[in-house]
């Protein structure tokens, strides 16, 4: 085992983008070391110790091996406290629950029909494959609901979970930044007051920039 941190996946990822953001405002260093999805090199028995599911990311720091990038991105902020951004995912039991709470709101609600319309606006025409309409419509109208709640607690404070830029706004990064920048629903986003400049604000940070940049890479 290397004594450093290492991702395994490409950048174009949305899971793995998460980590990497995550990584980027901690300013730890870490390789990036690439798994080619189109050769099912995420489905090896070697891969498969790392994450049993056969999905990207894996992540490995030294001895510890973590799969799921959120439970990942939350390992990396308690490990390394005192690194980088030092109030991703700090504070008291009561200020944690309610960075946990808006990370967990982003896995169970915002995540679905919003990875929904990923695959089918951005990922399926680059695949050369045929979107589904009513997947489309069904998941639109599911993220709508979603983000009308986001409109209003974005009313009430600059980011989800109070004043500072958290895990929780982290990790809606990587699945907004396709819809908004890379299909023709951004408007979900930008036509709602609140959310629009919440999404400016986030999208706006070097570390998301920085990740951006990674994904032009031959091996992303
Ligand atoms: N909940 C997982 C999701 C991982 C996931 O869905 N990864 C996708 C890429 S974004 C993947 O590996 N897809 C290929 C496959 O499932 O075979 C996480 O957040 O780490």
New binding site residues.
């Given amino acids: 085992m290397g004594g450093y941190i290492k991702v395994y996946?490409p950048a174009v990822?949305?899971?793995?983008s998460?980590v990497l953001a995550c990584l980027l405002e901690k300013e730890l260093d870490f390789k990036l070391l690439p798994i080619e999805?189109s050769k099912r090199q995420?489905?090896t028995q070697d891969f498969l110790k790392l994450q049993p599911?056969?999905?990207?990311?894996a992540f490995q720091d030294d001895a510890t091996a973590i799969?799921?990038?959120?439970a990942?991105s939350r390992y990396i902020c308690d490990m390394y406290p005192d690194s980088g951004n030092t109030t991703l995912f700090s504070g008291n039991p009561a200020e944690k629950a309610s960075i946990d709470q808006w990370v967990e709101a982003e896995a169970q609600s915002f995540n679905p029909p919003s990875s929904s319309l990923v695959f089918q606006l951005v990922f399926a025409p680059r695949m050369k494959l045929k979107q589904d309409t009513s997947a489309i419509k069904e998941s639109e109208g599911k993220l709508k609901k979603v983000l009308d709640v986001y409109e209003r607690r974005l009313g009430e404070s600059r980011f989800l979970a109070g004043d500072e830029f958290s895990l929780a706004d982290l990790c809606h990064l990587p699945n907004a930044g396709y819809i908004v920048e890379e299909s023709d629903r951004a408007q979900l986003f930008t036509s709602r007051k609140n959310v629009g400049r919440w999404w400016e604000e986030i999208s706006s940070r070097p570390s998301w920039k920085k990740v951006l940049e990674m994904r032009k890479s031959p091996t992303a």
Avoid: C, D, N, Y
Wanted: aromatic fraction near 10%; proline fraction near 5%; hydrophobic fraction near 35%.
């Fill in positions: 996946g990822s949305t899971a793995v998460r999805l995420h489905k599911f056969g999905q990207v990311p799969f799921e990038s959120r990942i």
